[in-house]
């Protein structure tokens, strides 16, 4: 693989400190979006930028909100009888995936809400 150009490099990073989206830098300077990421990336490494927490949408306890109890004993017991966690490097995040046979019928309907 050819390296980038110092120049537009120094480029992209002058856009993303202006808040550029990664898309658009992309897209204007014709480079690859997951270099423009990595780019980001370092250069917020170097300069101990902090990286602005993400907060989930559909976490209780990120979003500071109360708990539906009935509805997270639920999902326990569909992890604990045919659950389990899964770490996919491509979405960096754990994944709940919950396995059900066909012969119950509805299951798969209440379990999806």
Do not use: F
Request: proline share 10%.
């Amino acid at each position: 693989m050819k390296p980038h150009n110092p120049s537009i490099r120094e480029e992209a990073l002058a856009l993303l400190r202006r808040g550029v989206p990664n898309r658009v830098v992309a897209e204007r300077l014709n480079v690859p979006r997951g270099t423009v990421g990595w780019w980001r990336h370092e250069d917020r490494r170097k300069r101990v930028e902090p990286v602005a927490p993400r907060r989930s949408l559909l976490c209780p306890i990120c979003d500071d909100r109360p708990l539906d109890k009935a509805a997270y004993a639920y999902l326990l017991g569909l992890y604990l009888g045919d659950g389990h966690i899964s770490h996919y490097v491509k979405h960096r995040v754990p994944s709940l995936l919950v396995t059900m046979d066909d012969a119950w019928p509805g299951l798969q309907d209440m379990a999806a809400p």
